[in-house]
């Protein structure tokens, strides 16, 4: 008796490690959305017992990794096609579950107002970064913004996008400390005069660096972004959590941190 007890004990404590790992979730999410899921996840842990592992980068990237066969219970994309690109060949529904717009964010000495912004950004004095198109969806965001410009000054377009320094979001780009966002960096770093980013982030820069400052883009070059939302499998825990990502409480936090309502995107 005294050999089978332990035996029986590390048994037991195999059997209830293995169940407690199977509980266990991994969320990958854009890196816009690093502050609120991680609210979220955490308030999640301490209502539900199931740990959440949280993955954070450009959702192209993201979406490249899954399709890989990275494991990935939840996937929150800055847009709804890698999404559903994924559910297209792994299963599942997506659904819209918050939204987010492009905002200019400018060293101290820009004088950009919103009727001056293109302009500037037109400038061969000024240097204009982004994020990488394809990999990121804010590269695709001020891709679509500089389409938008075409309307107001011919050839605008094609100026913007030769111009556009890619300074975030693509597999090579620079990572930031932990403790530190990626756009307070570049522009700390002064990389860029103007970059063009999610107004959530912006915000959260010009609060790490002050002296950054946030331009609202013009109506009429305006680019929305919706984000989306896949659970991956029917776990049950996989459920909940995406049920309460999209649900009151996760709304909640995502609005403190200054996302909206889930909307049709701009690009759709």
């Known amino acids: ?8 004990l590390f048994a037991l404590i195999s059997v209830l490690s293995g169940a407690a790992m199977a509980d266990d979730l ?7 959305l690093k502050a609120p899921m991680s609210d979220i996840a955490a308030q999640f842990e301490t209502l539900s017992g199931h740990q959440v592992t949280l993955d954070f980068g450009p959702s192209g990237l993201l979406r490249e990794r899954i399709l890989s066969g990275a494991p ?31 905002c200019a ?20 004095r000024v240097r204009l970064g982004t994020s990488t198109p394809q990999a990121d969806p804010a590269g695709d965001y001020a891709w679509m913004l500089f389409d938008r410009a075409e309307a107001l000054q011919a050839g605008a377009a094609a100026r913007l996008k030769a111009k556009a320094l890619t300074l975030t979001g693509g597999a ?35 609060q790490e660096a002050p002296g950054l400052k946030i331009v609202p883009i013009p109506d009429s070059l305006a680019v929305g972004a919706t984000y989306g939302l896949l659970v991956l499998n029917d776990r049950k ?13 996760g709304r909640a936090v995502l609005e403190k941190y200054g996302f909206g309502a889930p909307s049709k995107p701009a690009e759709r």
């Open 1 to 8: 008796m005294k050999r089978t007890l332990p035996a029986a």
């Open 172 to 206: 090579d780009a620079p990572k930031p400390p932990a403790d530190r966002t990626v756009y307070a960096m570049v522009m700390e770093q002064r990389a860029a005069d103007i970059f063009l980013t999610y107004c959530t982030n912006a915000v959260l820069a010009a």
């Open 72 to 102: 990935t219970d939840l996937f929150a994309s800055a847009n709804m096609a890698h999404p559903e690109d994924v559910a297209g060949q792994r299963g599942g529904t997506v659904i819209a579950f918050a939204s987010n717009m492009l």
């Open 237 to 249: 825990p996989a459920v909940e959590l995406g049920r309460y990502i999209a649900g009151p409480d």
């Open 26 to 32: 991994t969320l990958r999410a854009a890196g816009s």
């Open 105 to 124: 964010l400018t060293q101290p000495e820009i004088a950009a107002t919103p009727d001056t912004l293109l302009d500037l950004m037109l400038s061969p």
